[in-house]
């Protein structure tokens, strides 16, 4: 959407001055080009009474004062002059030098539309879009939008390229908005370029160039219009038809930022979480995701969010962070919703509610993202407020494991090896694992390393097993520790090495894994690599067996008859 509207650094030309002034006359100066201005504007003259409003608006060659300009564009609006009308009508709209009233303003733009302002058309167009000061109706929007392009209007041009574009009060046709864009855009509309640029980014109603898309972003750009900037930004940052360049996306990023844009800001947030282009600077990312997310973007919201759940920047807080991702949710926005999900499900800053959780999943989940198709699918899986269904947790894990998601190539895995909603296949499994493991996931590399001890789906090789296990382990996986510290234990794949079993037994016991809290036990009680300690041993066994664990329930019942 695009009002032609006045702006404070506009200037009425010289010629429309000279119009007050007779025939023949030769320099005039500035006082005396408004005096005569003012004289025939007294006398009656609508076109002068309108060019004076514009004098006073402008503050050209008088002190810049709107109700004045309002005093002299009513009584040109009043003789029936459309230009006055039209600036009247705008004067409404804007709340210029008087109250606002849309319904006045829509009440000046008709009048000077029907007379064929091709401006005041395009305003007309606007406040019937819109539904400012009249019903909001998309088809009247585009009839006022069409007489105004057909009158080669920019502004009209590039705002029913819009409604082509959006199918608002007209049958979607991209090639129909490229026209319209273009004819705006060979005008100069820095809007008609932005959008234009958008089009062949995403080649609707033409075929793809991104170097195109980034031709027309520099002309908006440079024209200083918020939305090029941006989207130029997002062209270097990407490196979609000119060389990615993450500094020069900060550069541009940070002139439409700098004019409120919340898609720029977000962005800035990014790039200062990310520490693409700049230094990494989580305090920074904040301000700039505080700065979209009360504009309502959905991403700066959900962003903001994240920093509040993970205490990045900003002390953590759940209730905020769950307060963030409600919002975005609420528009639709897919991560935000699979956030919302997981905060329900957890319990953190909102009431432990699987239910909920799992309704925040499927909407997630039916926009196609990953992270909501894995955790649906671990619902599922478990029967965590819903039912439990394992073919429907595959189903899920497939969708999101195909879009690349780690913990669902994980999850897939497992089904896969245990035979789980899905025909038992231990190389499919190997694969998953695999898939999953070389992404850096410790589960699935932990699960990797568990294959190749026990020879399922793969040969054998214990040295293989445990270079998965100490990747996983390092990132403090558990169940990795453990295994690895029974590696040493046992000699398998590396030199058995009892202090180190201990080691990576203690890791283990002390996250509370009941396997490594009975090894651990276990070492104590019979002196591997430390020093004989039946109390460490027992209680460490009792650590173990209290979660329900039945070697150390068996050590712990034995150890008390011995006592």
């Known amino acids: 959407m695009n009002c032609c509207k006045k702006h404070p650094d506009d200037r009425i030309s010289d010629d429309e001055i000279m119009a007050c002034f007779p025939a023949g006359t030769r320099s005039v100066n500035n006082q005396d080009k408004f005096s005569a201005c003012k004289q025939k504007a007294v006398a009656g003259d609508a076109d002068a009474q309108n060019r004076l409003g514009d004098m006073y608006y402008y503050g050209r060659d008088i002190e810049q004062d709107y109700k004045q300009a309002i005093e002299w564009y ?3 609006a009043l003789q029936g002059n459309a230009d006055g009308q039209c600036n009247l009508g705008l004067m ?12 006045q303003a829509v009440e000046w733009y008709q009048k000077s539309a029907l007379q064929g302002n091709e401006t005041a058309q395009n305003n007309l167009g606007v406040m019937y879009e819109t539904g400012l000061g009249a019903e909001q109706d998309h088809k009247q929007a585009v009839e006022w939008y069409q007489k105004s392009a057909l009158r080669g209007n920019a502004g009209g041009q590039n705002n029913l390229g819009f409604m082509f574009h959006y199918g608002l009060g007209v049958e979607q046709d991209h090639k129909q908005a490229i026209k319209w864009y273009w004819k705006s855009a060979l005008q100069g509309n820095a809007t008609a370029q932005n959008s234009l640029g958008t089009m062949f980014r995403d080649g609707l109603g033409v075929e793809q160039d991104h170097k195109q898309a980034v031709d027309w972003y520099w002309k908006s750009a440079l024209q200083g219009n918020a939305g090029g900037q941006c989207n130029l930004g997002v062209m270097y940052h990407t490196g979609l038809g000119v060389q990615l360049d993450h500094k020069q996306a900060v550069e541009w990023f940070r002139k439409s930022a700098l004019q409120g844009n919340a898609t720029a800001q977000n962005n800035m947030g990014v790039i200062y979480e990310t520490g693409l282009g700049v230094e990494q600077d989580y305090k920074q990312a904040v301000d700039w995701y505080w700065k979209s997310a009360p504009q309502g973007n959905a991403d700066g919201q959900c962003n903001l969010g994240f920093m509040y759940e993970n205490g990045l920047g900003v002390k953590q807080d759940h209730k905020q962070a769950v307060e963030w991702y409600w919002k975005s949710a609420l528009q639709g926005n897919a991560t935000a919703q699979n956030n919302l999900g997981t905060m329900f499900r957890d319990g953190l800053g909102v009431e432990r509610d699987h239910k909920q959780a799992v309704k925040w999943y499927q909407k997630s989940a039916l926009q196609g993202n990953a992270g909501g198709q894995n955790n649906l699918g671990f619902m599922f899986h478990y029967g965590l407020g819903v039912e439990q269904d394992h073919k429907q947790a595959v189903k899920l894990y ?13 999850h897939l895995g497992t089904m896969f090896r245990d035979g789980l909603g899905v025909e038992q296949d231990h190389k499919q499994a190997v694969d998953w694992y695999w898939k999953s493991a070389l992404q850096g996931i410790a ?32 990132q403090g996986n558990a169940t990795a520790q453990n295994n690895l510290g029974v590696m040493y234990e046992t000699g398998l794949g590396l030199e058995q090495d009892h202090k180190q079993a201990l080691e990576w037994y203690r890791k283990s016991a002390l996250q509370g894994y009941a396997d490594g809290q009975c090894n651990l036990g276990f ?6 690599g430390v020093e004989k300690d039946h109390k460490q041993a027992f209680e460490w066994y009792q650590k173990s067996a209290l979660q329900g664990n039945e070697s150390g329930q068996k050590n712990l019942e034995r150890m008390t008859k011995k006592k």
């Open 443 to 474: 589960g699935g590399q932990c699960n990797l390393g568990v294959m190749y001890h026990s020879g399922l789906g793969v040969e054998q090789d214990h040295r293989q097993a445990v270079e998965w296990f100490w990747k996983s382990a390092l």
């Open 398 to 410: 497939w969708k999101s494991a195909l879009q690349g998601d780690a913990t669902a190539q994980n």
């Open 523 to 528: 070492i104590y009680e019979n002196g591997l």
């Open 74 to 76: 009513r009584k040109s």
């Open 92 to 103: 409404y709209q804007e709340g210029w030098g008087v109250e606002q009233d849309h319904i």
